[in-house]
């Protein structure tokens, strides 16, 4: 194309290479810059000038000689293993049940599945205390009728609990997923050769649906390794490595040291995540197509009484901390029973004055961090897949390079980067933004990525040879092509960032709290009331954003979570 | 040769209440040991569905099947003892080759060494011998196929059933495969039900055929004699290139109908759908394959003769059409073997057609494409 007429020169490189120039200004300033400078800060003593003399091993060989690192690591490496064994135990049969059995409710049902990832996973922590803390409702319940001591909910069981219930729909979808698109006929020939149900379950189902599984695990894995807030909420003195890396930074004020432990931390999930590409390579198998009947449902009597008995008591477990949350909003006052005493909007009232600010600031920081990240992260995935050729695949490696980033991970890196050096940005409100575009780029990147890549160039071609200019065809027809994914990718961006903690603790200032600092102030103050008002509004207003996203790509809630 | 497989009136409907759909309305069939017989028809006919009643993949709501004498009707599937030729192949991706292949032979608990013999005889028979230990993805189209083959043969059925098993594969390799697929039956000498939706496929390898159309069997017999006498036009549409032609009856003689074309010609044709019984005014449509249709000043003896007009003509290789005008509704289509000596665009030309080439139907009938 280009060899055919000059004037193609002249109407692309320039765009592209402004494009370039400034990708590559942004991500070396705010995403390679403060990346090294946590790489380089980690071997480094606290508050020591760089030099090659200086370089030092004390912060990683705290995890050797303290065993306060020892026991972070362990307990992190523990509680997120434990979180995705029972993610699978939990999510696997609830995704065999929906998918293969005749049970009335599946869309409900999915959509329902998901709500634990829509709502951030500190709040739905903090109900457990009220169930099962030392004077929680269930706590007195078996104390006072069956005399049973039940045990802490605090430490790992906890944490293992709420990781659990929090994550499982990952497994659950993905289960979902591949066992519903799995082509039925490669059972019915198993069928037809004399296999029995037992030896196809084990020998054509399960090896089929186990990279999907697996895949979902390792995010369960992932996710939990990264959480701040559940460990923060339910710990106690159980340390796992990203209270740590807060304790350290916020109590010692150790930035270096926390950013050794941020990148012990990096090291586990850019493991697993190279495990998670390699499962998802491998789960291109079936090349051949026809059409197929829908997966076989099993209608016994019992399987279906069975799997919609299991289906809800895991959804209603599932959701306890949602309602849990909404009551204690409307408790004026909470006896020693199961139900509040007196109900009022007293709670509401509270923070609509106490919390204004920070439910300002979230709305901005979100709304100002999306519209940077889906116009960067769009722009980039137009040079990535359109323009940049051979150099693709640098462009994709840094923009999706936070994903092995736990979310504290960032708040380290870009505080290391921007506390001191040649931009100062601590303290304000751009230090926030900026951790945010950064954090969630790769998202919009992705789904921007994915929808161009499904936009034939043809169109484009068609526009270019009825005349059109680069600048006509891309706001015509390219851009407006992507918009439904782009502003889908926006929709869960914004609706993640307003209950984002992890990076936010470690950025936030006394002038720039979010809602979620809000909420997690008020429950380390014990003030339940408060925070669980905080807690529904911001529920709402993710879910809304959620539906948003939902009505824009015409899908169901689950089917956004396959980030992968 | 005696009947092998006896379905009497089989009927599936699909869904409940008012949603009910019957898939296959009322089947009967007979199909002989050792033979290859082939369900033939049109998207949504019903042909796939059949297959699967006969595998037991699906329960028949009505009707029954007996197989050598066993009453099949509602034995589960991995008791019926079939081999099944998947649309898609089937073959497990995270298996080898010998593993996709020895499957059948696993759940039927041989030994080891039986089951590493049998595998490579099969291996053998499809002529991919040395290919144990690759998987399917590393396949061509052309050798999954035969994998599938293997796999279902590997543990002797005793009935062979392929659901549109060359329809994944390039024209070229399709022509290839059909060939192999029926030199591999009579090697194991197998009862075989086929399913496609081709007719060039289904004419080339059966023994014989069922044509199928809305669920129920419209026609039975050998590819030739369901290729010169359609029982109905659809059937004659649906199997290759058809010519009709309008006329009206003046009386039936016998298994003979006499007609009388536009043209003003009276001739005695045979009734291709031997229920109809024409009666005098009737509208008759009457039927001729293009290959049948002679050019040229004179025509064989007794041959009808009609005059027309050359619209185009197009070289196909083998053969060259010629489409002629002679004033009806469609063209009149003749496939000749060669270039017609002076044959120009715009110049009268005389068709010659002989009556026993014709068929003769009630004019109610349309091609299938046409009805719906």
Redesign the interface.
Known sequence: MRSASGRWWWRLDPVATVVHGVAALILLTFLVYPISRIVLNSFLPLDTPFGLGALTLEHFARFVASSLHRKALLHSLTVSLAASVLALALGLPMAFFVARVRIPGKTLILSLGTLPLVVPPFLGAYSWILLLGRNGILTSLFKATLGVELPSIYGAPGIILAFTLGYFPYVFLLGYGALSSADPSLEESAQIMGAGRFRITRTVTLPLVTPAVAAGMLIVFMQSLGSFGVPAVLGGEYYVLTTLIYFQIVGHFDLNAGGAIALVSVAFTAVSLFLLYRLTERRGYVTVTARTYAARQLEGRGIRCLAMTYCLVVLLVALIPQGMILLTSFAERWGRGALPTVYSLGNYRRVFTAAWGPMQNSLFLAMVATVTAAVLGTLMAYVAIRKAGRGRWILDLTITLPFIFPGIAVGVAILSGFSSGFLILSGTWMILAVAYVIRRMPYIFRSASAALTQIDPAMEEASATCGASWLRTSTRITFPLMLPGVLAGACITFSTLLGELSTTIILYSARWKTITVAIYEYLIADLLGPASALGTLLTVAVLTSMLLANRLLGRTLGSLFRMV | MPASLIIEELCKEFGAGAERVAAVRSVSLEVQAGELFTLLGPSGCGKTTTLRLI???ETPTAGTIVFDGQDFTSL?????????V?????L???MSLFENVA??LR??RLPEGEIRRRVHEALDLVELAGLDARRP?QLS?GQ?QRIALA??LV?GPRLL?LD?PL??LDAKLRVFMREEIRKIQQRAGITTIYVTHDQEEALSISDRLAVMYQGEVVQVGTPGAVYESPASVGVADFLGRANFLDSKVIAGVGGLVRVRLSSGAVVEIPRGDPTWEPAWGEAATLFVRPERVQLGPDGGEGSLRIEATLARFTFLGGIVRYVLDAGGTRPILADLQRLLSGAEVGKRVAVHILPADLRAYPGSQRPWGETQ
Do not use: D, I, V
Not at chain 2, 76 to 84: D, E, H, K, V
């Open positions: 595998a037991g993949l589960p599937p991995f008791r019926r003892n079939l081999g099944m998947f649309q898609s192949y089937a497990y991706p995270h499957y059948g759940a039927r993805a189209g999954q796999r279902a543990y059933l549109e329809s994944n």
